[in-house]
């Protein structure tokens, strides 16, 4: 019988292939058949779900763990009604579908690869829960409430009730602790999911995150990649949007999506009743207190987590000015001054380079190697394919692209980057020679996997080039490597003994975990509890074993009921934010959630 | 040969016989054959031209009058390119097609009906000059500038200079009147033109034309028919907005494409210099007075035109509240007062809708009659192959679906109108019959082509009905039927001597035509030269002929140079301030615009 489909299935095309082969499948799944269903992956498989079968962000590596996460799942999730929802293709001996499917409570979407062998990838993903369909489209809100009605309340009567109530005589349901892209996006998600919830954020304006920072600073990823969830930019939006645009940006959008988002606002401490099974966060809003008591929290106050600022010898008796890079000012005030930048990623790159412009005399402390690319070369070869105005003339929408980044297995993602960056040694060649010529020391990330990689497993150790490399490499920016020593009155001195005389330094030594976040605000116990925050378990440098599967406790259950931390650049702000949403939505309604697999803590920060 | 082509073009499908046409008539065009190209229209056609040949919004009607344009047009039009953009489709003995072709200067598309004696219809519209196309999609700005540069000006700094400079340092070439939807959409697509644009409005902050209204009003046509150029409204967005989310919405669309809009600014007087070839205009900015010189001068003040306040006897000594509909300030104030609302068209019906609502004694005195329509019924049965969700579900854009629109010739459109008013008719009998029977005098216009035909013509004498109707219809708000005699201290009197008791007397009167403005702001004799704004000389009712085959005076240039009208619905501010946009763009760059039929005037206002 096996030997009769495997026949079939060689001879006919892609779409019968795949049609069989999710018939079989859901047969399968419909008789609980998990041996016979796990069989029909290949022996090196990979299946990702995203809150679909398990509640959590899960990838299934191997027959094993497809198996048991099926023999847990199966009778809960009740799955069926699998099918294409477009026309499979092949290549290369792969057969590449995108699929539909229904589970109890919800609807799927996903994407298959078939090999001779059986599945080699899937992706399983929920987009929405039956009856609680998001107002859109065909579903969008009316409006006006036609016909007379003395009890009539307007749109926008209703809606300052709401933000006035909303914290005082009725409590969220979700509290989101920063209003970056993060909360924001996640926000409208909530607010379109009908879940009542306040975004805090201790700035006076949406986009004061992206106003507050360095004058030149502009994305450093590309439009296409930056869609917020429902309201595309439009198409005069520049490639790389200024600061202060996406900051004006993402204030519209605040108000045009409605999201009660409260600006002056800090919370000072958040506690964990494990009786109300409620938090009580106390925050600051306008300088008055006020005590809020969400079901859930979410932390999305940045996935770069806390400054870390380092503790040389000397700091003290230094008398010029310092501060971490996310406490500086931009360059306008340090024309003529002596400036010593220590650090070797972007924003040391950044600072550099707009000190530089103003006039300062900048000199980078390099203390470990970095890695850099050229934005174009990253445009071109990195992103092309799915984040680019051809990209969308090709017909790639930025929802497709989102799925089609989702649907590689993050173990094999590196063999699938490591030739991308080759090709940007290549191209770029020149710029790397000179760079190294002028004592740069440069690495393409452990496996020579490069920018994106180092972003998924370290968030960190990388410049996207947009133009002070070139000051590093002509000298226009003094380069320096090693360790600093200690501070003098009016100077940075290094272990070798070199010294640099400086007015300012400016410390750009990245950031620790996300759950820094909740040490701070929690508590350190709870903290430790649920781990760091980011990576994969690589391996690799700052990224320690074991693997993980998934990006540690990022937009899924952790190991604190009810806490989540939310995050990331625009992408995925974006894409996971719809999970999280889900996540968060499901419980809001009372829908059975049994998590399937939670991650096990193996770092505390 | 004739006979040759005839016989091919029967049996050929359509692509061919359009492929054929578009040769034949690019040929004729090409030999400068004005007789062959005029032959191979139908005996009865029209050809509508936005801009592209005319440099004028222009409906030639017949061989002749198709003959006698190209005759002064084609030596500088030089058009060339003719070719279908998509495959031609074919019904009822009509080939339609959509077309794209080349001018001198431009860039043009259109739409091509055939019937088998030729070109029946044929619309031909500029959408970009070449050598000055937007910077929208590959063409976008790139944002950050990547590289070193000492000089650099970051994006907001530069717009914070150029929001200084322009019309103290810099003097703005274009002057927009009125920032409401018709003055934003143009000053977007100006923006994206690169032609230096002011923005005055007296109002506090864009979007206060609807906040400043009462407060139930919703719009009254649905989102897929509303949106902006460039950037649509998200698909969350409600059917209906609510007038303060709209104005939410145009606050936001304001500062997102960054256009220079001058709120608490209102326009003095206006002088047009021959010498200079410049606008001399007055504003108070803020209170402070400051002298403009635009060269170009555009009216977007309302299509409504100026409040038409009649003049009753004895309304000095009305010793209760009355004002204009225009200067409502919603219900609020008038729960329990007697309050009578003098007319019956849109302004009328809301109003009194929203006052029985907060209960209020509401009359209303019906002058003359009035055309209504279900809300309901209008999206089905009107719009709905156009602008609906299943619209856009079928593959209908908002820009194909303007195309369609304008792509019926004035002349002809009632008849397409009246089978869906009859329809209406039918789907809502019982409700007319309650109206009637409640003694509302109820018309379909003279030719029974009913709503969005009085809209065209005269602008007036309709309500889309979203319940108010209903009130009148059962009686709720009382319904009388004359023409006013006068006001006492307390009352309303009509002609049969009819006493209305009144606290607040609300004149839903109507507007004057837009020339009105002019009057105001330049001279009597500027506006009597310019002449009625609005109507398409139909013959019927408020909109006297002769036939016009336009609006007249809208989006197009008028006797006074540099002098334009700009507005309507939001369909109409967002498509034809394209055409607007470019005739400015055109002469702004010195690229010759020969006016091809500069419409006469007929009537003073």
Not at 75 to 99: C, K, Q
Not at 244 to 259: F, G
Not at 498 to 510: M, R, W
């Given at each position: 019988m096996t030997q009769t489909i495997e026949q079939r299935e060689k001879t006919a095309g892609p779409q019968a292939r795949v049609d069989t082969w999710l018939a079989?499948?859901?047969?399968?799944?419909?008789?609980?058949?998990?041996?016979?269903?796990?069989?029909?992956?290949?022996?090196?498989?990979?299946?990702?779900?995203?809150?679909?079968?398990?509640?959590?962000?899960?990838?299934?590596?191997?027959?094993?763990?497809?198996?048991?996460?099926?023999?847990?799942?199966?009778?809960?999730?009740?799955?069926?009604?699998?099918?294409?929802?477009?026309?499979?293709?092949?290549?290369?001996?792969?057969?590449?579908?995108?699929?539909?499917?229904?589970?109890?409570?919800?609807?799927?979407?996903?994407?298959?690869?078939?090999?001779?062998?059986?599945?080699?990838?899937?992706l399983t993903t929920l987009y929405e829960l039956k009856g609680h369909e998001e107002p859109r489209g065909k579903g969008r809100p009316r409006g006006a409430e036609h016909g007379a009605n003395r009890e009539r309340e307007t749109w926008s009567e209703k809606r300052v009730r709401e933000a006035a109530e909303l914290g005082y005589a009725a409590q969220p349901y979700a509290l989101v602790v920063g209003g970056g892209q993060g909360g924001i996006a996640l926000g409208a998600r909530l607010r379109q999911l009908g879940v009542p919830t306040i975004i805090i954020d201790k700035r006076g304006r949406p986009g004061d995150q992206w106003r507050s920072r360095y004058t030149s600073l502009c994305l450093h990823?590309?439009?296409?990649?930056?869609?917020?969830?429902?309201?595309?930019?439009?198409?005069?939006?520049?490639?790389?949007?200024?600061?202060?645009?996406?900051?004006?940006?993402?204030?519209?959008?605040?108000?045009?999506?409605?999201?009660?988002?409260w600006t002056n606002t800090e919370a000072t401490s958040a506690r964990w009743d494990e009786g109300t099974r409620e938090w009580t966060v106390e925050v600051e809003r306008d300088g008055q207190p006020l005590v809020l008591r969400p079901k859930q929290l979410i932390l999305a106050t940045g996935m770069a987590g806390k400054p870390n600022v380092p503790a040389f010898p000397g700091m003290d008796r230094f008398r010029g000015e310092q501060h971490h890079s996310s406490a500086h000012p931009g360059p306008d005030a340090y024309a003529g001054k002596k400036v010593v930048v220590v650090?070797?990623?972007?924003?040391?790159?950044?600072?550099?380079?707009?000190?530089?412009?103003?006039?300062?005399?900048?000199?980078?402390?390099?203390?470990?190697?970095?890695?850099?690319?050229?934005?174009?070369?990253?445009?071109?070869?990195?992103?092309?394919?799915?984040?680019?105005?051809?990209?969308?003339?090709?017909?790639?929408?930025?929802?497709?692209?989102?799925?089609?980044?989702?649907?590689?297995?993050?173990?094999?993602?590196?063999?699938?980057?490591?030739?991308?960056?080759?090709?940007?040694?290549?191209?770029?060649?020149?710029?790397?020679?000179?760079?190294?010529?002028?004592?740069?020391?440069?690495?393409?990330?452990?496996?020579?996997?490069?920018?994106?990689?180092?972003?998924?497993?370290?968030?960190?150790?990388?410049?996207?080039?947009?133009?002070?490399?070139?000051?590093?490499?002509?000298?226009?920016?003094?380069?320096?490597?090693?360790?600093?020593?200690?501070?003098?009155?009016?100077?940075?001195?290094?272990?070798?003994?070199?010294?640099?005389?400086?007015?300012?330094?400016?410390?750009?030594?990245?950031?620790?975990?996300?759950?820094?976040?909740?040490?701070?605000?929690?508590?350190?116990?709870?903290?430790?509890?649920?781990?760091?925050?980011?990576?994969?378990?690589?391996?690799?440098?700052?990224?320690?074993?074991?693997?993980?599967?998934?990006q540690r406790n990022m937009w899924k259950p952790t190991q604190q009921e009810s806490l989540w931390f939310h995050g990331g650049n625009l992408h995925q702000s974006r894409h996971y934010s719809l999970y999280l949403a889900l996540q968060l939505k499901a419980r809001f309604e009372g829908i059975p959630t049994p998590v399937y697999g939670l991650q096990e803590v193996h770092h505390l920060s």
């Open positions: 079989d499948f859901e047969g399968a799944l419909a008789a609980r058949d998990v041996e016979r269903a796990a069989a029909m992956f290949a022996t090196d498989c990979y299946w990702r779900d995203l809150v679909s079968f398990t509640w959590n962000l899960k990838t299934l590596e191997g027959r094993d763990a497809v198996a048991a996460m099926l023999r847990a799942t199966l009778d809960e999730i009740d799955p069926s009604g699998f099918r294409t929802s477009e026309e499979p293709s092949e290549g290369g001996g792969v057969t590449e579908a995108w699929i539909e499917f229904d589970t109890a409570v919800g609807r799927g979407r996903g994407q298959l690869r078939l090999k001779e062998e059986g599945a080699w990838t899937l990823d590309p439009v296409w990649y930056d869609h917020l969830p429902y309201l595309k930019f439009p198409e005069n939006w520049p490639v790389f949007a200024p600061k202060d645009k996406i900051a004006d940006w993402l204030e519209s959008y605040t108000k045009i999506m409605e999201l009660n988002y650090g070797s990623n972007n924003s040391a790159f950044d600072i550099c380079g707009a000190l530089w412009e103003k006039g300062a005399d900048v000199t980078m402390v390099q203390r470990s190697s970095s890695h850099i690319v050229k934005s174009d070369s990253l445009m071109d070869i990195g992103l092309g394919a799915l984040y680019s105005e051809e990209a969308v003339a090709s017909g790639m929408t930025t929802e497709k692209a989102d799925m089609v980044f989702a649907s590689l297995p993050y173990r094999i993602m590196h063999e699938f980057q490591i030739p991308l960056y080759d090709q940007m040694r290549e191209r770029d060649k020149d710029f790397y020679d000179r760079l190294e010529a002028a004592g740069f020391d440069h690495d393409w990330g452990d496996d020579g996997s490069g920018l994106f990689m180092k972003y998924l497993r370290r968030g960190s150790g990388y410049y996207i080039d947009v133009g002070a490399a070139e000051l590093v490499a002509n000298g226009d920016v003094r380069l320096v490597g090693g360790q600093v020593k200690e501070l003098t009155a009016d100077s940075v001195v290094l272990q070798d003994g070199t010294t640099l005389p400086a007015d300012l330094v400016v410390y750009a030594t990245g950031y620790g975990s996300m759950n820094g976040w909740a040490a701070d605000l929690i508590s350190q116990e709870v903290a430790d509890r649920v781990g760091k925050v980011w990576g994969l378990g690589s391996a690799t440098t700052k990224d320690p074993g074991p693997w993980e599967g998934e």
